[in-house]
């Protein structure tokens, strides 16, 4: 079964350093992908960066990257230079064709940043 | 315009009353998706369509019923509602290979007295 895992319930980080969001999980696909999201206090979900499975690369996306390490079933969540703004929840995913490529997502992150 | 539109926004209704959660989505998509988010607990899947002849149970289908009216609109029905059912509802879609991303809707925030 497929299982994402983020053990970091509430982080804080100061404003303009960078911060890392941890996601582990577990799958017997070959190929996945995984997915970060981003939920501020008004509540919408916001698509941040994905990662597939083969991609050789780890993701970036502006001041988002994704640290993927496939051996240790990681897919951890770099934001450099943390705004303001940034403080929301964030959820890591992840889909496969094993389950008929539904989504499973984490608990989720509580990011605060300081000024 | 928003890509997916869920209807109402915001509800509150009594233990009993019978609720129908509305989305729409203008994405093309064939696949979508209910979930229920309570805090703590991220986002759990409670009904999944892969197309309008394909529906689905997800984790926590008990006390809902959907319905997949078009490849555009998926309604998700309380029959009867109860206390904690209270919770913020999303709608989302997406393509059907694993790099497609999910697209949400903005949310409903549903409370049951």
């Known amino acids: 079964a497929q299982k994402i895992t983020q053990t970091q319930p509430g982080m804080f980080v100061q404003e303009k350093e960078a911060v890392t969001l941890d996601c582990t999980y577990d799958?017997?696909?070959?190929?996945?992908?995984l997915f970060w999201y981003k939920q501020p206090s008004s509540g919408e979900m916001i698509f941040l960066i994905y990662q597939g499975s083969y991609d050789e690369q780890n993701a970036t996306e502006g001041r988002y990257s994704l640290n993927f390490q496939k051996a240790r079933k990681s897919a951890n969540l770099v934001i450099s230079a943390s705004q303001l703004g940034d403080s929301a929840m964030y959820f890591c995913a992840m889909r496969g064709p094993n389950t008929g490529n539904q989504f499973y997502f984490g608990t989720g992150t509580s990011l605060t940043v300081i000024p | 315009d928003a890509d997916v539109t869920q209807t109402p926004r915001n509800r509150i209704t009594k233990t009993g009353k019978r609720i129908m959660l509305e989305c729409s989505q203008t994405?093309?998509?064939?696949?979508m998706y209910w979930y229920r988010q309570d805090p703590g607990l991220g986002l759990r899947l409670i009904y999944y369509s892969f197309d309008v002849k394909d529906i689905n149970k997800g984790e926590i289908s008990d006390g809902y019923s959907v319905s997949r009216q078009a490849q555009a609109k998926f309604s998700l029905s309380l029959e009867s509602a109860i206390p904690n059912q209270t919770a913020l509802y999303f709608c989302?879609?997406?393509?059907?290979?694993?790099?497609?991303?999910?697209?949400f809707g903005p949310g409903t925030r549903l409370t049951v007295l």
């Open positions: 799958t017997s696909d070959q190929s996945y992908g």
């Open positions: 994405k093309g998509h064939d696949r």
């Open positions: 989302a879609t997406s393509g059907s290979v694993s790099v497609d991303t999910q697209y």
